[in-house]
């Protein structure tokens, strides 16, 4: 008879595992590293993660936004733009152009820790189909996190940073926005950025440098990190709350990469 096929998921491998129920795995159980078959693992062991080889090669230096965007694109020198027809009220024909925006952005420290205050605190806006602007917002009293979105986006992107305060009620927030198409087009189809549950990291990310990846943990940590303090359970630490499973499972990756788990 043929044997029967176990199906294992694990936390940090959205794709499951396919396997006969011999197939050992090395595991950590009741404090004892040890070969489980999978008939016998259960949710409550521990699997050992392979290495990742790194492959610097992988990782692109430059990220090219016409490589993302479908809109139709002018160009001047280094910057893209886009240009709208429309019809004016006395009948005319016009046009209007976007900002502009670098056609090319430096994969880099920078760009992720900008990157990681997105993953936590931003969003792309569309207004009738058509993408208008990324956005990123923080609590009002977060000032540091405000000025580095800010600079960052100018000297990344070349686009300026708008921001809109609401103060005296409850819940005070600032939000950041960067009012350009072309951006907006690019962080949704790149890293999926037009709702928390849909935002991912691309394959290459991972094989970055570790001080380029600390630079996405110090923005993501910044925006959806936490501190904890449990002294009954006599546990304290730093936590992150996020509503995205795989988005967290290569989180998950970049901090073991980085000896923090």
Known sequence: ??????????????????????????????????????????AHDYLALPGIVKDEKAVPEYLSLRDYVTSSVHQDEDVLYTV???????????????????????????????????????G???????????????????KE????????????FGVEGRLNTRQGQPGSWS??????????????????????????LPVWFIHQDRYALSQFVCGLFRGDGCRFNQPKARASGFGLVMANPELMR?????????GIL
């Open 84 to 122: 709208r027809n429309f019809v004016g009220n006395n009948g005319a024909n016009g046009s209007r152009e976007s900002s502009r925006v670098r056609a090319t952005i430096p994969v880099d420290g920078d760009f992720n820790r900008f990157l990681g205050y997105f993953m936590a605190e931003g």
């Open 250 to 258: 290569q989180v998950y990756l970049i901090l073991l990469d980085l």
């Open 175 to 200: 939000r950041v926005y960067f009012h350009n198409p072309l951006l907006a087009e690019f962080f949704d189809r790149a890293f999926g950025g037009r709702s928390a549950k849909t935002k991912r």
């Open 1 to 42: 008879a043929d044997e029967p096929v176990y199906r294992l998921r694990v936390f940090y491998n959205a794709t499951p595992v396919e396997v006969t129920g011999e197939h050992p795995f090395l595991a950590l159980r009741d404090g004892q590293v040890q070969w489980i078959t999978a008939a016998d693992l259960t």
């Open 145 to 156: 996190y405000l000025n580095d979105v800010l600079t960052l986006g100018k000297d990344l």
């Open 124 to 142: 792309v806006l569309k207004v009738d189909k058509l993408y208008r602007a990324i956005y990123l917002t923080f609590h009002s009293d977060e």
